[in-house]
T-cell receptor, first 111, second 115 residues
Framework: GEDVEQSLFLSVREGDSSVINCTYTDSSSTYLYWYKQEPGAGLQLLTYIFSNMDMKQDQRLTVLLNKKDKHLSLRIADTQTGDSAIYFCAEKPPGYSTLTFGKGTMLLVSP | EAGVTQFPSHSVIEKGQTVTLRCDPISGHDNLYWYRRVMGKEIKFLLHFVKESKQDESGMPNNRFLAERTGGTYSTLKVQPAELEDSGVYFC?????????????FGPGTRLTVL
């Protein structure tokens, strides 16, 4: 089965850039996602990328994909205290219904 | 447009009792999913409805769990009888499109605690 691995914790200072990393094992074409969970809230879809893309940028968020190494990263520029949350990496091959999640990376942003 | 809603937000029950969780998907979404996160673990898929039919229930842990989606609108997930290991956060998600579509939108989750 597929595996998605993430580091569990990241601490940064407000204004710095944050980089959250993820590796996956599925070798077929796949969608890759970043979800955000704030305390007490549900999962918010932040962004996603298809595995034929190398990069996607959306305002302060940049997703980079190294398909050879099956490595996905989420960069948050100018990190704010409101970005403190758990970030989940997930993947889903086209035509499949199941999202496979990592354990989540807790991002703590200090003033 | 209203998002996915779930009820209740929290439930605390004793081992052996029954609990029913409800999910209302985004209006018009034929696909409805249930996931569960046990503390410290990954979010795991439970099952997938297309309208009122179970498309994939490979993630359901055992026969104490029963999911229904009568009429193809809201869904319920019943746990009977509940065990301690059933504690966790139960998420519901919905999507449109064939083959489940690429984007699943999640509700806020129901936190279940079994004592």
């Amino acid at each position: 089965g597929e595996d998605v691995e993430q580091s569990l914790f990241l601490s940064v200072r407000e204004g710095d850039s944050s980089v959250i990393n993820c590796t996956y094992t599925d070798s077929s074409s796949t969608y890759l996602y970043w979800y955000k969970q704030e305390p007490g809230a549900g999962l918010q879809l932040l962004t996603y990328i298809f595995s034929n893309m190398d990069m996607k940028q959306d305002q302060r968020l940049t997703v980079l994909l190294n398909k050879k190494d099956k490595h996905l990263s989420l960069r948050i520029a100018d990190t704010q205290t409101g970005d403190s949350a758990i970030y989940f990496c997930a993947e889903k091959p086209p035509g499949y219904s199941t999202l496979t999640f990592g354990k989540g990376t807790m991002l703590l942003v200090s003033p | 447009e209203a998002g996915v809603t779930q009820f209740p937000s929290h439930s605390v029950i004793e081992k052996g009792q029954t609990v029913t969780l409800r999910c209302d998907p985004i209006s018009g979404h034929d696909n409805l999913y249930w996931y569960r996160r046990v503390m410290g673990k990954e979010i795991k898929f439970l099952l997938h409805f297309v309208k009122e039919s179970k498309q994939d229930e490979s993630g359901m842990p055992n026969n104490r769990f029963l999911a229904e989606r009568t009429g193809g609108t809201y869904s319920t997930l019943k746990v009977q009888p509940a065990e301690l290991e059933d504690s966790g956060v139960y998420f519901c998600a919905s999507s449109s499109g064939l083959a489940g579509g690429p984007l699943q939108f999640f509700g806020p989750g129901t936190r279940l605690t079994v004592l």
